[in-house]
Structure formats: C-alpha cells, structure tokens
C-alpha cells in the first residue's frame, strides 16, 4: 500500500497546480461570486473540532436567502432541524469552516473558506425572515478564500441528469433506514408518514 504522509510525497504523485489554477483564489466576495450566492438555494457548510473530526451539513433556502453584507461577509441563517447542533458545536470551539455553493442544473460551484462566528440576534435578521418565521441563529462567515471550482465532479457523476438517477423506490425509505439502524419496534411505514409530516410543517 502506498500511503502519502508528506506533502513532498503528495506532490510526487499529482504535481504542482498550474498558475492560472493557483491565481483563482482570491480574498473577497466579488461580484460573480454575489451573483451565484443569490442564484443558490443549497449550500454545504463544512465544520471540525479542535480533535480534527468533521461535519459536513446541507443547507436549504429559497435562492437569495443566504445574506452578502460586503465583499467579507456572507450570513447564513438557521432552520429548524434535529437539534444535535454538530456544525454549531464546532464553529464555538473552533471557527474554521468551508462552504460548497450549489446552483441547480449548473456543474461549477462556489467555495468559500473562512471564519464563523454564530449570532443570535442583529439588525440583519428581519432579511433573515422565510415564511413569516425569524431564525433563532445565524451564522456569520468571514471570507477568507474564494474560488471557483470546476465542472468535472459533476459532467463525472451526471450529477443533474434525470437519466441517471436511480428509482427511487429501488432505495430503502427513511423510515425503513431508521427502523433498522436504532432497531426501532416501530412499522417503516409509520415512521415514514411521520417523517413527511414533519419535513413539510416544519420547514420554518
């Protein structure tokens, strides 16, 4: 097994990125960046802890909900979820986070590093506002890195094309994973019905 424990070693193996790739980065929210961030209703929030290990969380919102205050400053705000609060935890303890934005039907996205501050109340949260419901937190990310990533994971993974996509019904439920994972002595279907009640009334 060749394992690369170097980044000398890691440099062997894929070399170094052209200088155009290298130039892509830069420290600001320019105005191609502004213009995906209000066309994306879908962002990847990436968070570690202090010990290192991740947490990767998917965040959705109508297009334009995720808030550019300047060129260093984008504010996303919190939905209802399952309250384990795992990217949350981690922003407290260590600031770091990364995040991957997502337009539909396009294969390039938007990534962004930087530092999160989580708030609970500002002049911005009236912006903030879905369906008449206020957020209870925020996060605040200060850009640190931005690029441009290129289309080649999604023209690889078909990602948007219909044609690819498996059955669904070929691929267990929610329910059906639930039931199994915590051996719950609760029926699949039941635990489904549940679940789609609660994905659409409490969305906000």
Known sequence: MGIIDSHEALREVIGEAAELTQKKVIDRIDEHARNLIEHSPFVLLATSAPDGSCDVSPRGDPAGSVLVLDETTLVLADRPGNKLVDSFRNIVDNPHAGLLFLVPGMNETLRVNGRATLVSEAPYFDSLVVKGKRPKLAV????????????????????????????????????????????????????????????MTQQY
Do not use: N
């Open 140 to 199: 605040v990310v200060e850009v640190q890195e931005l690029y441009m990533h290129c289309a080649k994971a999604f023209l690889r993974s078909s990602l948007w094309d219909p044609s690819t996509w498996p059955e669904r019904s070929s691929l267990p439920s929610m329910g059906t994973i639930m039931r199994d994972q915590m051996a719950l002595p609760v029926s699949a279907e039941e635990l489904d019905a549940r679940l789609d009640e609660r994905a």
